[in-house]
């Protein structure tokens, strides 16, 4: 700095200083975020982990913004599930008492007792009846949300 005259520190108290803006109130998270479709169990899957969603949202494209901390997921921008993030592998993350259970997206009854009713009914029918009633139930259509959260 001798070429020019002045010490470092008199060019950082007229250049820098007057620029400088103080830091943000909250510090920058960085968070993943990814694209994916909500499975016929009403899970997503990131980083090898499985979380749960609303139910009605089965066959939806949903956005999931993972953080070191937490895991949250979207639907048209609305968030629908928050979740601790979880780094076992191969994991479900479903809290109880959250989302409907099985049972209740049947109809109250459990896919395999349909299956056996089918069949003592018309034991030569060949049709599941849990692939029925799955064709009725989960088609690829848009869900509305409204109301329903």
Not at 18 to 44: F, W
Not at 76 to 97: E, L, M, Q, T, Y
Not at 123 to 144: R, V, Y
Request: hydrophobic share 30%; aromatic share 10%; charged share 25%.
């Amino acid at each position: 700095m001798q070429s020019v005259g002045r010490t470092r520190r008199q060019e950082f108290e007229e250049i820098d200083r007057p620029n400088l803006r103080p830091l943000p109130e909250k510090p920058y998270v960085y968070a993943e975020i990814k694209t994916a479709t909500v499975n016929i169990d009403y899970h997503v899957e990131f980083d090898e982990h499985r979380y749960s969603v609303p139910y009605l949202l089965i066959h939806q494209k949903v956005d999931i913004h993972a953080t070191e901390w937490m895991v949250e997921i979207f639907h048209h921008g609305k968030s629908v599930a928050i979740h601790p993030r979880n780094f076992r592998r191969g994991r479900f993350f479903h809290p109880a008492g959250t989302y409907a259970s099985q049972s209740s997206i049947y109809g109250g009854y459990q896919p395999g007792s349909i299956d056996r009713m089918g069949q003592q009914d018309r034991p030569s029918n060949g049709e599941s009846g849990e692939s029925t009633l799955n064709h009725a139930l989960f088609q690829n259509k848009p869900i509305d949300l409204a109301g329903h959260t």
